[in-house]
């Protein structure tokens, strides 16, 4: 009974090629969000959608497309990786105007390009 | 712009000892605090939270902390620490349906 799942959970990949990552959440929530760790472990906004409407855009290479089917689903997809892609990606989830804006975190797939 | 500072990347204490791990934030709003907890290799957990109903606010493993307005800050706090505390930290912000701001992160070392 996972809240929010993520796969897969490890990614090692060359330089160039597409990939994607999927998020699904069980919690009825209908805001979800992708955030990228680096490997200063420094967290940092990419992508939210509510209701699959893309809400958050923060400053992410066109490479990087997230896609919403639906409100329990968001997925990542990435296009020509590069090195500097590597890192750990966490998607999460709320409730749209349900205080206290308290995102779920799922466990995280963590990307390598090599 | 909501922002978060953690003061101090890195934090030891002894098995036992109190643990202060400091946050303070930017906001010209009443922001949401959270602090979230992340174990190697592992996703976010949230420990505790600030929505402006008590200044004290009480999360799980023991650990709390303390809104206060006039210092803009949120330190997070536990009277004992225990070795399984050992993990990496962090302070984040919001000011609705928005984004979380983190901060840079504190990590926990304890010291048997």
Redo the contacts between chains.
């Keep these: 009974d996972t809240a929010?799942s993520q796969t897969p959970k490890y990614l090692v990949t060359q330089m160039g090629n597409d990939k994607s990552i999927k998020c699904e959440q069980n919690l009825g929530h209908d805001?979800m969000?992708w955030?990228k760790q680096d490997s200063?472990?420094?967290?940092?906004?990419m992508f939210?959608y509510?209701n699959k409407e893309l809400?958050?855009n923060?400053t992410v290479p066109n490479r990087f497309s997230p896609k919403s089917p639906d409100k329990a689903h968001l997925n990542l997809h990435i296009n020509s990786l590069e090195l500097g892609d590597s890192a750990v990606y966490?998607c999460?989830s709320s409730q749209?105007?349900d205080?206290?804006?308290?995102?779920?975190?799922?466990?995280?797939t963590r990307l390598t390009v090599t | 712009a909501q922002s978060v500072t953690q003061l101090g990347s890195h934090v030891s204490v002894s098995e036992g000892a109190l643990v202060l791990l400091r946050c303070n934030y930017s906001s010209s709003v009443p922001p949401y605090l959270f602090w979230y907890v992340q174990y190697p290799n592992q996703g976010l957990q949230l420990l505790l939270k600030y929505t402006s109903a008590a200044t004290l606010v009480k999360g799980i493993n023991g650990f709390e902390a303390e809104f206060k307005k006039s210092e803009t800050s949120f330190h997070l706090t536990k009277p004992s620490a225990h070795m399984s505390d050992a993990a990496e930290y962090f302070c984040a912000v919001t000011f609705g349906n928005e984004k979380l701001t983190f901060g840079t992160g504190t990590r926990l070392t304890i010291i048997p």
């Design positions: 929010v805001t969000y955030y200063k472990k420094f967290l940092k906004i939210s509510n809400i958050i923060e966490f999460a749209w105007w205080t206290p804006y308290e995102q779920y975190f799922g466990p995280g």
